[in-house]
């Protein structure tokens, strides 16, 4: 499976999708960017003229790139749609990600059994900065096609 | 390993897993993980993982799909430590 196919396999609309490219994916982990561009929809109220990528979108951004991506080219040999349910997260929050930061995404599968896939997933700024780094679980969830 | 001694290492491992105290201090074979418990399939994986590694056992696809409720967990963790002791 190609990063092309898992990116357009990812289920999120245009306001929601955080991530731009996927750089590698194999069975032990996914690497992708993301950049924060200054008119995204959460920069107006987050916070009141001081605009910060709330803690939660970085979250779904490691989220995203780290456990989705990977979950779909986990199940790549399976011919269903895929969709992942976060079950559970601890994720430690760094340093301020700021409008116009481009961010790069790496995981490390910990265990995928039972359609469960655990990952340690942290993520860096471009100066190579430690921004938030943590562990995020969730569940793969197969959709019939059609 | 007895029945009585796997129900108790099973109360040990599921307790962080489940808020209902009330069907925790009632643990029995009756008991069922989703419905007693309100354990979520999530948690369940990770019930399974904690079995593995306290019995030293590896739980397949087939059996993780029966591993709803106490009494069918023992009987496969029983049979499974069985089946190591024969070898």
């Known amino acids: 499976m190609t990063k092309h196919e898992i990116l357009a396999k990812l289920p999120y609309g245009k306001s929601f999708l955080f991530v731009d490219e996927l750089l590698h994916v194999d069975e032990n982990g996914a690497k992708g960017t993301f950049t924060y561009i200054e008119n995204l929809f959460f920069y107006e109220g987050h916070f009141k003229n001081h605009p910060v990528t709330p803690a939660v979108i970085l979250a779904e951004t490691m989220a995203q790139i780290g456990l989705v991506c990977l979950g779909i080219y986990l199940v790549k040999d399976i011919d269903q749609d895929v969709s992942v349910a976060m079950t559970s997260n601890a994720i430690d929050f760094l340093k301020p990600v700021y409008p116009d930061e481009k961010v790069t995404v790496t995981s490390e599968k910990i265990y995928f059994r039972f359609n469960k896939l655990s990952c340690k997933v942290k993520m860096v700024n471009m100066a190579g900065e430690l921004v938030c780094k943590g562990n995020i679980s969730g569940m793969l969830i197969s959709k019939e096609n059609g | ?87």
């Open chain 2, 1 to 87: 390993m007895n029945k009585e001694q796997i129900i108790d290492a099973l109360k040990t491992i599921v307790q962080p897993y489940s808020e209902e105290t009330s069907a925790l201090a009632h643990i029995d074979e009756n008991t069922d993980f989703i419905n007693d418990l309100k354990i979520n399939s999530a948690n369940l994986v990770d019930i399974i993982l904690d079995i593995e590694e306290k019995f030293n056992i590896e739980i397949d696809n087939d059996s993780m799909a029966k591993m709803l409720n106490v009494k069918a967990t023992t009987d496969i963790i029983a049979a499974k430590l069985e089946a190591r002791a024969g070898q």
